[in-house]
């Protein structure tokens, strides 16, 4: 049943993620043995004590209570808890307490409805819904360390695999930190009834080999591309009121509303997930969001077929 | 069954029945209070733009011996009333609504020169959020109060007010107090520890 | 026929008056036993309305993609679900219970506040009927009216005018105020009644662990109750007045509306749960044929829950940033509250332990209720380790948590309840038949779905999404959970089917059809409106014992 993209917690990569798993098969540990004990004497206790025909109307022996019994049953629970909570304590310092090397990669993450944009502030690199993050070797670390906002309402980043999830809470700054270790996709979404399309808040960490990374950056960091073919398609956006929302470097749009497009076709998915990204799902977007996603911020915009087409022409060259 | 030796019917005195009512109704409106003093104290000082409490908050000297003063007279109107001195105790639960007037009508005076002279709505700033919601709240008690009494000094007058009464007073009073604790409470807050 | 006719008239003449006189002493009552009836009967109705907004969820998320609902209106039903359980069918439910028993188990003759009583009731039918009117009401958006679309818990800044506009949010937030108001007023009630009206002989150690559970939630409520109404009213001059209580943007926080919510929230749901405990401690040593096994240590567990579940409120905000003091001493006060809760569950086992256990449909309820808190129990304590939380919280491991503790806590502990007691109310008992077919398709369809549950949440999905990408690997699990449903509602038809035939054809039931001991099993089945001829005079924890037993009673082993 779990598929490549399951967003196991019992799958992690990344330390936070594998030390909650570790701390996860005490707690469960635990959890099992004490259920099978209290279960196991329960079971016992209605099969042996049933009442049974002839037992007629006597009444059993009445037990008030016996302070030595109550009293074990109160220490050896309260000893476990202790146990436990210190056991607990030290992986909330472990995991929470961890400072942030001076080389980790540092990432901003913002809570839109219902997008994440990204940003790398010291590459310059501003995306969205697709975290690219560097593998990280135990024996040589590079961690990521993230910044959490929001614009609006509370969001929260869960990417299982990677660590546990963190708020995303406006007039409030969060951090948290991950170091996969193995490269691939991994999958995560909003956590935190954000609206109407909180289920379509989905997101995307995707893990390079370094080299790899590093390819990213570097074509991230280059302005959009400038192809004449789609000369009509370009003028077409600019004259529109997308550049009120969205970014393309290299041009005049500079709008901060909506997910910065200069890469766009760089991404898997559009809409936070909620369609691929193919030219048919593209041209269906621009031509009326809420179809795909009801309710979403941006509005249709209600453009003819042909400007419609050249648009979406113009949209496909932002690699 | 029998009741063979037990005579009344219940374990404790009627009166404790209304007193304990008013009890559980005092701690519950502790916690109401609590939360708005929370909320005040937690924004102290995080207001982005003014008007500032130092700016325009004075301290109202004169509305609480008024009402603190007033907790004194409605004791001694209850008081009378247990004694069986109706024409007293009404008297002194006037004095009561009187001093409780006053201290409202200082309020209001503060909230009028808050607002028109000062700029300083609900809306303006979180000083503003904090400050209208908790001194209104306590405000609001001291309307009830009010209502309370008044209505205690007309049974008062018209006659209908007895003795046998007494117990009942001695809730209305016990509320009073309550509402005259937590003035020290959002005084020593807003006025004090909130400038 | 009415249930609890008129004792001055022939039960024929009191047969024979028009529906229009009963119907009008129903409304006009203040006797604590109708308004009890009224509380729990109306509690029944908003279950089954929450529960069909719950079918409609559950077939909305069978399958990824599905359109069975817009996205809008699931958000609004799974809104509607869980105020309308926790607001209108739980409380409703238990301190309806509270209501009818206490007078009856202390041997009084009537709450402290008969109006009050009857007022706390109409105020909150009237509550729950705003908040449903909002279906309909106002302006409304896909044309499904305007019921709240914020979560139960209606975090902030979601629910400013900003980001919600219209009334939806408005008639969330008044409904349970004045909901709320009820509950306090009851709870008043509770207390007082308690403290001063308690009959000759019932000092407080000797008042039925039920009564010690309401006394303790209605504590609990004076304090906890009062924040959640002082939030609202924040929110309220947040959204009316401009007021910038939770307003992000104006410097508000945010945190702290969650902060007020959760001081109020998680102690309600031990405002839920505890009498249900209380349920189960009276029905379980009469079923097993003995006393309850360490009643002083129930009474302090019971206090001590609610004491230091006033301090665990923010393990709902582990995930909120707090910094690590904060999450560490609320690990530690979540997994302190573990212990009393612990030690109920062996109280209870120790009472069954060395009895004649006689499985009617009550003590049927009352063992699926022990195995079923017990994983609740469990998966709570696992969700108190704060860092399994950050992975957990928000998921639907969450979910299946506290439905194990709702349902299979809760609602067993008061179908268990309803059972036991339905006899007392109405004279009638509730046909075993039925009642063992309630009980079994509960237990299967309830576990079906919960069990599974907890897979969706380990697997990484969260709460309140109206449907998933089908790439995920969720989608069997989504579909098992969603196969427990029909089971469950065939389950409570046939409850609904046995409280309707048993009401005319049922056996009579007669003063004490268990063989219990506590005082309501010492007056008639139905109780006439002043509950006894004479107050009975209590000489231990279980008068009728005494009574039955007297070469043996309970006062020198006390």
Redesign the interface.
């Known amino acids: 049943?779990?598929?490549a993209?399951?967003?196991?917690?019992?799958d992690p990569v990344s330390s936070p993620?594998l030390?909650?798993r570790e701390?996860?098969f005490v707690?469960?540990g635990l959890?099992a043995v004490?259920?099978v004990v209290?279960?196991g004497?329960?079971a016992y206790?209605?099969v042996r004590?049933?009442?049974r025909p002839g037992?007629g109307r006597r009444?059993?022996?009445?037990?008030?209570?016996?302070t030595q019994?109550?009293l074990a049953?109160?220490v050896v629970?309260?000893l476990i808890?202790m146990v436990?909570?210190l056991v607990?304590?030290r992986?909330?310092?472990g995991?929470?307490?961890r400072a942030m090397p001076s080389d980790a990669l540092e990432v901003t993450v913002v809570g839109n409805?219902w997008w994440w944009e990204i940003r790398y502030p010291r590459l310059g690199i501003v995306t969205a819904n697709e975290l690219h993050v560097p593998v990280s070797d135990p024996a040589r670390p590079a961690p990521t360390f993230i910044t959490l906002q929001s614009v609006?309402?509370?969001h929260?980043f869960?990417v299982?695999q990677l660590?546990?999830?963190?708020?995303v809470?406006?007039?409030?700054t969060?951090?948290m930190w991950i170091d996969p270790r193995v490269p691939g996709t991994y999958?995560?979404?909003?956590?935190?009834?954000?609206?109407?399309?909180?289920?379509w808040m989905?997101l995307e960490v995707i893990v390079h080999p370094r080299d790899e990374f590093d390819r990213w950056v570097a074509a991230q960091q280059t302005p959009a591309v400038t192809d004449p073919a789609v000369r009509a398609g370009r003028e077409l956006f600019l004259s529109l009121s997308c550049i009120n929302c969205h970014t393309v470097r290299g041009t005049p749009a500079n709008g901060v509303f909506g997910p910065d497009l200069t890469h766009l076709m760089s991404r898997r998915t559009i809409a936070a997930?909620a369609a691929r990204n193919t030219p048919e799902a593209l041209r269906a977007w621009v031509d009326a969001p809420g179809a795909i996603k009801?309710?979403v911020r941006m509005p249709a915009m209600k453009l003819a077929k042909s400007e419609l087409d050249s648009l979406t022409t113009y949209l496909l060259t932002l690699r | 069954?029998?009741?063979?030796?037990?005579v009344?019917?219940?374990?404790?005195g009627h009166e404790?029945?209304g007193r304990?009512?008013m009890i559980?109704?005092i701690?519950?409106?502790s916690?109401?209070f609590?939360?708005?003093v929370v909320?005040h104290l937690?924004?102290t000082g995080?207001?982005?733009n003014g008007p500032y409490p130092n700016d325009v908050l004075t301290i109202p000297v004169i509305g609480t011996i008024c009402l603190l003063s007033s907790s004194v007279s409605v004791a001694l109107g209850a008081r009378a009333l247990g004694r069986g001195n109706v024409g007293r105790s009404g008297a002194w639960l006037l004095v009561t609504v009187l001093l409780g007037a006053t201290f409202l009508a200082g309020t209001a005076r503060e909230w009028h020169r808050l607002i028109y002279r000062d700029g300083l709505?609900?809306?303006t700033?979180?000083f503003?959020?904090?400050f209208y919601?908790l001194v209104g709240?306590h405000g609001s008690h001291v309307i009830v109060g009010l209502v309370m009494l008044g209505l205690c000094c007309v049974f008062a007058a018209t006659g209908a007010l007895r003795a046998v009464h007494a117990a009942r007073v001695e809730m209305v009073s016990w509320y009073w107090h309550f509402v005259d604790g937590v003035w020290v409470v959002v005084f020593t807050v807003v006025y004090l520890i909130g400038r | 026929m009415s249930v609890l006719s008129p004792t001055l008239m022939s039960p024929e003449a009191a047969a024979r008056r028009p529906w229009l006189e009963h119907a009008h002493d129903w409304v006009v009552t203040v006797d604590h036993k109708r308004l009890g009836i009224l509380y729990v009967v109306s509690g029944l109705v908003f279950f089954v309305v929450a529960g069909i907004e719950a079918t409609l969820m559950r077939l909305q998320l069978a399958w990824p993609g599905l359109h069975i609902v817009?996205?809008?209106t699931f958000?609004r039903l799974f809104t509607m679900h869980g105020t309308s359980m926790v607001f209108l069918v739980g409380i409703p439910i238990v301190f309806g219970f509270g209501n009818y028993l206490v007078p009856l188990m202390i041997?009084?003759?009537d709450l402290?506040?008969p109006r009050l009583n009857a007022f706390g009731f109409w105020i909150f039918l009237f509550a729950g009927l705003l908040l449903h009117w909002s279906f309909i009401g106002g302006e409304g958006l896909?044309g499904s009216g305007s019921a709240p679309?914020?979560?139960w818990f209606a975090?902030a800044?979601?629910t400013s005018r900003a980001?919600t506009p219209g009334n939806a949010t408005d008639y969330w937030n008044l409904a349970v105020f004045i909901a709320g108001v009820g509950t306090?007023g009851t709870?008043?009630?509770i207390?007082?009644t308690t403290?001063?009206?308690?009959?000759?002989?019932?000092?407080l150690g000797r008042m039925p662990i039920f009564v010690w559970t309401m006394v303790t939630v209605s504590a609990m409520t004076?304090?906890?109750?009062?924040?959640l109404?002082?939030?609202q009213?924040?929110l309220l001059?947040d959204r009316f007045?401009?007021?910038?209580?939770f307003d992000?943007?104006?410097?508000?926080?945010?945190?702290?509306w969650q902060h007020?919510f959760w001081f109020f929230g998680h102690p309600e749901v031990y405002v839920l749960m505890l009498p249900g405990f209380g349920f189960v401690s009276e029905i379980i040593p009469v079923f097993?044929?003995?006393?309850i096994?360490?009643?002083?240590?129930l009474v302090a567990a019971t206090v001590s829950i609610g004491g230091v579940a006033l301090s665990t409120w923010a393990h709902h905000m582990f995930?909120?940033?707090m910094?690590?003091g904060l999450?560490?001493v609320f690990?530690?006060s979540t997994?302190?509250i573990?212990?009393p809760t612990?030690?109920k569950?062996?109280?209870w086992?120790?009472t069954?332990?060395?009895?004649?256990?006689?499985?009617r449909t009550p003590m049927l309820f009352c063992?699926a209720f022990?195995?079923q808190f017990?994983?609740a129990g469990?998966?709570g304590?696992?969700l108190?380790?704060?860092?399994?939380?950050?992975?957990?919280?928000?998921?639907y491991f969450v979910v299946a948590h506290f439905h194990f503790v709702l349902i299979g806590g809760l609602l067993f502990a008061i179908f268990a309840a309803i059972y036991y007691w339905f006899p007392k109310v109405t004279g009638r008992m509730l046909s075993e038949r039925l009642g063992r077919w309630h009980c079994w398709l509960l237990v299967v369809g309830f576990n079906l779905t919960f069990i599974t549950m907890h897979g969706q949440g380990?697997?990484?999905m969260?709460?309140?999404?109206?449907?998933?990408?089908a790439?995920?690997?969720?989608e069997?699990?989504n579909l098992v959970t969603t196969l427990g449903v029909p089971l469950q509602i065939v389950a409570v038809l046939i409850f609904v089917v046995n409280v309707a035939v048993s009401l005319r054809r049922g056996e009579r039931a007669g003063d004490d059809p268990w063989d219990a001991w506590t005082l309501e099993w010492?007056t008639s089945s139905p109780p006439p409106e002043y509950n006894?001829e004479?107050?009975?005079?209590t000489t231990s924890r279980r008068p009728l014992w005494d009574?039955k037993?007297p070469d043996?009673p309970?006062g020198p082993?006390?």
């Open positions: 049943m779990p598929t993209q399951t967003p196991s917690i019992f993620a030390a909650i701390l996860s707690v469960l959890s004490i259920f209290v279960a004497v329960a206790t209605l004590f049933r009442n037992d009444e059993p022996p009445q037990v008030y209570g016996s019994i109550e049953w109160t629970p309260f808890v436990l909570f607990t304590a992986y909330i310092y995991i929470e307490g409805q609006d309402v509370i929260s869960w299982p660590a546990g999830k963190m708020d809470i406006p007039n409030k969060n951090r999958v995560g979404q909003c956590a935190e009834y954000c609206g109407t399309q909180h289920a989905l997930g009801p309710g | 069954m029998s009741a063979h030796t037990a009344h019917e219940s374990t404790v404790w029945r304990a009512g559980g109704l701690i519950a409106e916690s109401l609590g939360v708005f909320a937690f924004y995080k207001s982005v709505t609900i809306a700033n979180l503003g959020t904090t919601p709240l | 817009p996205p809008e958000n041997g009084a003759r402290a506040f896909s679309a914020v979560g975090y800044p979601l980001f306090i709870a008043i009630n207390v007082a403290l001063t009206m308690r009959g000759p002989g019932m000092t004076l304090f906890i109750l009062p924040p109404s002082a939030a009213i924040m001059l007045l401009g007021a910038h209580f992000t943007q104006a410097g508000g926080s945010a945190v702290m007020f097993s044929r003995k006393v096994f360490g009643y002083a240590t995930v909120v940033g910094g690590t999450n560490a690990a530690l997994m302190l573990a212990v612990g030690i569950i062996f109280n086992l120790a069954m332990y060395g009895g004649r256990i006689r499985f063992c022990l195995f017990l994983c469990l998966t304590v696992m108190s380790v704060a860092p399994f939380d950050w992975q957990l919280s928000d998921s380990v697997l990484g969260p709460r309140r999404i109206y449907t998933y990408p790439d995920r690997g969720w069997m699990w010492a006894f004479t107050i009975p005079v009574m037993h043996d309970d082993h006390e």
